[in-house]
């Protein structure tokens, strides 16, 4: 049986497979994305010829470490594929991201592409979204309303992730509330409901991003599987 970081080692270098020369790719973030950038780099070295568009600063580093050429998201008109983590998956293709904080980014990434494969190991996939705290990004003006209107709406915690004992700060200078919903019954709805709060810049939920899932599980095997309705 593999580590998880095996898991997610064999991960990016199966993902690295659907890259091909000429592509603007959208590179995501987080400890499986790490992998994907790694092997990545390694195809660049044996001449792969992409671009890609990274979805945090962490991955723009990563992309610089692995001398693979960037271009930030106002410098492609597309992109052509994204290839991203998760923190859960539902059998929709329904996502919950942002457990690295940069769920903003990442969804401007993945609106602007073609194509999206959702990397994950199988502990990600559930019936049902909400176990893993919903990231909403807010502005730190006025937080509290925000956080207090969250908790209040729906009776659960609401908390402000933390860093080194302080406020958490994205890269693009907010905090991240993480919503313990346990379970989302209607995620369209929440995620209307959520935007719409004055403050609030964008939640977690990627309703209708990926294309496909690419899904490593312990015994070694990975399995792609088309989303149906895209
Ligand atoms: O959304 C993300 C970062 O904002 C990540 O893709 C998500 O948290 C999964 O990360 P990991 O691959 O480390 O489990």
């Known amino acids: 049986m593999l580590s998880n970081d095996d898991i ?15 592509m603007t790719i959208g590179a995501g973030t987080g400890t499986t994305a790490y992998w994907f950038l790694q092997a990545l780099g390694e195809k660049v070295k044996q001449g792969l010829d992409v671009v890609a568009v990274p979805t945090s600063t962490a991955t ?8 693979v050429p960037l271009k930030t998201l106002n410098e492609v008109d597309k992109i052509d594929l994204v290839l ?3 923190d859960e998956i539902d059998p929709a293709f329904r996502l919950i991201k942002g457990g690295g904080g940069a769920h903003l980014q990442e969804k401007m990434v993945a609106a602007a592409a073609d194509r999206m494969i959702v990397l994950a190991d199988a502990s990600k996939l559930v019936s049902q979204l909400g176990r893993f705290p919903l990231p909403v990004e807010v502005v730190p003006f006025g937080y509290r309303q925000v956080q207090q209107k969250i908790a209040k709406t729906y009776g659960i915690d609401v908390t402000v992730r933390e860093k ?3 406020p958490f700060i994205s890269d693009h200078g907010h905090y991240i509330l993480d919503c313990h919903f346990g379970t989302i019954a209607d995620p369209l709805n929440l995620h209307a409901w959520l935007n719409q709060i004055p ?3 964008e939640n977690g939920l990627f309703l209708q991003y990926a ?6 599980y312990p015994d070694g095997n990975i399995i792609f599987t088309p989303n149906p309705q895209r």
Do not use: H, Q, R
Request: net charge negative.
């Open 164 to 166: 080194f004992g302080a």
């Open 8 to 22: 997610k080692k064999n991960l990016g270098f199966a993902a690295a497979d659907y890259v091909s020369s000429g």
């Open 211 to 216: 294309t496909a899932t690419l899904i490593g």
């Open 60 to 67: 723009a580093n990563l992309l610089i470490e692995n001398n």
């Open 84 to 86: 991203d983590g998760a």
């Open 199 to 201: 403050g609030v810049v």
